[in-house]
Structure formats: structure tokens, C-alpha cells
């Protein structure tokens, strides 16, 4: 939700000229209302919130019915699903935070809407960081104990891949955003401008010629070091290259420095526009990872509602394993949905039980949504003032001028 927000709020003009932005916003305010309904969202306190709905078998063999072992529609669950609540979990009460927040920029034209979904993200983000008031969050951006705390700076295996799990390069291109348009100054200057460097530093990772990530022979970016489903990495990084180009475009900045070595904008996007072109279908097996796009495209989606059929869905639990393990394509057309992904040798196996190749996730998904939109059209089409709109502004007003004079 946060990223697809983000992605609506730079691109709302895109969005509208697809035909989409209506679309788009349904989907967000889904799972907006979804999290909203996790804690008291009305409150100014909680002391827990909703992690889990469900379970998963924990030990191998496991017969326990449960959202693994069984196979079934959702229209057609009986077994139960238990909500799990947390009532120390800072990681995930920051992101639904971070979602809220966002979704109440998305959704300003609906006032009433939009103070709901901040006072949410405000009530979870107390919960989050056990700290009330909302004077210091600019502050705590520009906290470099904090950010080293979070691993912004380091230069481990998983620097600058955006993730459902790692936050931090999103994060740092906000704060790149922020730097450029706006120039707060001090205090904030020398730790946004550090910020900068950061994403400057990740962008020139993304690029071939510093093999800082490997890539497969039909140049795929290898951003989960050849794990397994890493179309939902590429998809996100081919939207922060796009982004970071329109910001620098915005702001008549023609490139970026790698070193010595200074590259244009138009490296970004070609970068992102190769990465999106491989996930469509230009690769080694010709193959478009988007379902319903192309003529070749995975039959096989490992996911329950596509692969039973409607009057096909009351088998039971272990009855729907008849379905997941069925050869025949799915009945049901799952279009746009991005699936998994190859393995790290351009290859990829049409096999519904097989999550790691045929998998749709939300996470990869609203990635590729993302890059998709960002990478539409001739212009940038960047909305430079609504992200930061509500901050407050970063130098006291001037004085009103004096009367004029008269002899």
C-alpha cells in the first residue's frame, strides 16, 4: 500500500491519463480500510495490534489444516484462522504507519477520509516508537544515530534492494526528494545532502558496469543474489531508478557522479526500461512474467482462486490438492499479475505447486505497478509539491515590509 501510494502521488497525472487513477485508488483504499480495522484506529493509545490472520504449518509433515496444508477457495475456508496480535512488533506497526500516512496524501480531496487514515498512522506510529507527538518526526529523520541504527549507511549484501522486508533505499530517496525541492537548510542540510549520496551510491549499484549485483545471461539483475522470485526486487528497483531520474529531471540536474564518472538520467531509465522489457517478455524463453500479457505467459499461477474453478471449489481442504496439482491451466485468468520469476539461469518451470517460479504477491505486484506507470509517456509528469506539502515550512517568515517612507 505505501508503495503504490508513493507511486500515485508522484504520477496521479499518469494514472488519470490511463484511465486508472480511479482503479488504483479503490485498490489502495482496500487495503487502507483493511489495516485500519488491525487496531483501534479511533484511539490515541493502543497497547496491541492484529500481526496474523491464519497460520501456516510450522514443522515439516504437518496435517494441521491451516493456510499451507490446505488448498481452497477463499469463498470456501472452514478451517480456523486465528488473529495473532502483537503487542511489541515496532517493525510492522512502523510500516502500516508508513502505509497510512501515505494513503492520507493519496486520498487529501476526501478530508474527512484523510484525517482518518492520519490519525491512524499517527495512533500505530506512537505505538511503533513508544514516543507521542508528532513535533520531532523531521528530526528524527535527520538523526544520523538513528539511521546508522538501521543500517542506512552500511555496505552489506542487501544495500539498496527495496523490498517488502528492507525499507531503507524508499526511504533515502524520499529524503533525496526532500533535499532537492525544497533545500531545507540547517539543520537538516548536511544529513539530507548525506542522504543524497546514499542514493546516488545505490543507483550507481543498479548499473552493469560497477557489477556490484550479477546478472543473469539474459540480463536480469540478480538483486536477491540468484534466490529464488526475484522479479518482485527488479520491479522496485526499476522504480526508483525511474523516480530518482524525473527528481533529478525536475530539479535541471542532467546526472548523477559515480566516482569520477558522471552519468545522464537517461542511464536510469534505460536501466529500469531493460529490467521491465525482460519482465515482459524480452529474454531468453520469449516469455511475458505478467499473466495475460503476450501470448506467452505462465498458465500455471500458484494461487488458490485462479486454480479451482467456480463450481469446483467445495472439495475440502486436502480435496483442493486435486487442483494445485492438476497439469491444466488455471481456469481462471489471473491478468496482471506478475508472477515469481526465472532462476538465475534465465530458466523457469510453468508449475503451480512450485511458488518460487509461479507465486503472485501484492509486494511484487504494486513494484511493478509502480515502474510501470513511472516509465509511461514522454514527460516525467512528476507532482513536485504535494508529497511534502504539510511540512512545515524550514525558515521562520519574514518580517512584513516597513511603511513606505514619505518626507
Known sequence: MTLLSWSVIEYSAKYDAAGELGHVRDTIKWGADYLLKTFNSTADTIDALVAQVGSAATAPGS????????????????????????????????????????????????????????????????????????????????DSNLARQAGAFSAGKDHGVFSWDNKLPGAQLLMSRLWLFLSPGYPYEDMLRTFQSQTSIIMCSYLPVFKSFNRTKGGLIQLNHGMPQPLQYVANAAFLASVYSDYLEAADTPGWNCGPDFYSVEVLRSFAMTQIKYILGKNPLKMSYVVGYGQNYPKHVHHRGASIP???????????????????????????AMVAGPD????????????????????????????????????????????????????????????????
Not at 85 to 111: G, H, T, Y
Not at 318 to 336: C, F, L, M, Q, Y
Open 344 to 407: 538465475r539461469h534465465d530458466g523457469f518451470k510453468d508449475v503451480r505447486k512450485n511458488r518460487n517460479y509461479t507465486e503472485a504477491t501484492l509486494a511484487g505486484n504494486a513494484g511493478l505497478v509502480a515502474a510501470l506507470v513511472a516509465l509511461s509517456g514522454d514527460e516525467h509528469g512528476l507532482d513536485k509539491n504535494t508529497m511534502f506539502s504539510a511540512v512545515p515550512s524550514m525558515f521562520p517568515s519574514p518580517p512584513p515590509p516597513p511603511a513606505p517612507w514619505k518626507p
Open 310 to 336: 467456480k463450481k469446483g471449489g467445495d472439495r475440502g481442504c486436502t480435496g483442493g490438492w486435486h487442483w494445485r496439482d492438476s497439469k491444466e491451466p488455471n481456469p481462471n485468468v489471473i491478468a496482471g
Open 63 to 142: 496435517t494441521q489444516p491451516d493456510d499451507q496444508y490446505c488448498w481452497m477457495r477463499p469463498e470456501e475456508i472452514d478451517y480456523p484462522r486465528p488473529v495473532i496480535e502483537c503487542q511489541s512488533c515496532p517493525d510492522l506497526a512502523a510500516e502500516m504507519a508508513a502505509a497510512l500516512a501515505a494513503a492520507s496524501i493519496v486520498f487529501k480531496d476526501n478530508r474527512a477520509y484523510s484525517r482518518e487514515l492520519l490519525h491512524g498512522a499517527t495512533t500505530v506510529w506512537n505505538f511503533a516508537s513508544d514516543r507521542a507527538g508528532n513535533s520531532s518526526y523531521l528530526h528524527r529523520v535527520i
